[in-house]
């Protein structure tokens, strides 16, 4: 479809694992953004690209958590050595120009055993 | 840190009848937006004002925006029960590289 994509829909993983997160946005989307909902909470700002780069990268909760664009369209999330607190859905978020809505993904459960 | 914050955190209320949700937000802003989301899905954009702006309609949405009170409102009217969601306001930070949601209305319509 044309609509955000993210994958995989769902992840379940051992503590200490890593694991990475993809997000395909709509296709013309300059901006591209990375939130985590934990459950019944609100959306925590990750991290924010326009184009290939993060202006910002202070939202991340920690050096544990990284994440790349190529090619101004894939967008990764990676998670190194996962905690149980790291269990969330993780959403992303595309938009053209930046300030205009956002377009979201479904998100990835990621649940950390 | 989140910077928006809404209330109530739940309202529940008869079909037919109006809801009202508010937003509270703390640094100064180029736009407001509102969103939904149902259950286990990703959030749906419903409306965005601008911080010159001061009441915007979109069928049966109002919001309202003050900020002079870093506030906002959004009204649904007639609501129905497929409104059932949950209701989030966004703000940008001062840079516009960060962005807040809050912590959410979470709505429930009753037939």
């Known amino acids: 479809g044309a609509g955000v994509s993210q994958s995989p829909s769902n992840k379940v993983t051992e503590k200490g694992k890593d694991v990475e997160l993809r997000c395909d946005p709509i296709?013309?989307?300059?901006?591209l953004y990375w939130y985590r909902q934990s459950l019944g909470q609100g959306l925590e700002f990750l991290i924010y690209f326009q184009g290939n780069s993060a202006p910002d990268k202070s939202g991340l909760p920690s050096d544990r958590f990284s994440a790349e664009r190529t090619g101004g369209s894939v967008s990764t999330l990676t998670i190194q050595r996962t905690q149980q607190e790291d269990s969330a859905v993780y959403l992303c978020a595309s938009s053209f120009p930046h300030y205009q809505p956002q377009h979201f993904g479904d998100g990835t459960r990621l649940s950390i055993l | 840190s989140q910077q928006g914050e809404e209330d109530p955190q739940a309202l529940s209320i008869q079909e037919g009848e109006n809801a009202t949700m508010n937003c509270s937000y703390k640094?100064?802003?180029?736009?407001l937006q509102w969103y939904r989301q149902n259950s286990g899905r990703g959030l749906v954009h419903l409306i965005l004002i601008r911080s010159n702006e001061r009441e915007k309609h979109s069928g049966r949405l109002r919001v309202t925006l003050d900020t002079s009170k870093k506030s906002s409102s959004l009204l649904i009217t007639a609501s129905r029960a497929a409104d059932t969601a949950s209701y989030f306001c966004?703000?940008?930070?001062?840079?516009?590289?960060?962005?807040?949601f809050g912590t959410g209305t979470s709505l429930t319509v009753i037939p």
């Open positions: 640094t100064s802003i180029n736009n």
């Open positions: 296709s013309g989307h300059t901006a």
């Open positions: 966004a703000t940008d930070s001062n840079t516009g590289n960060q962005f807040y």
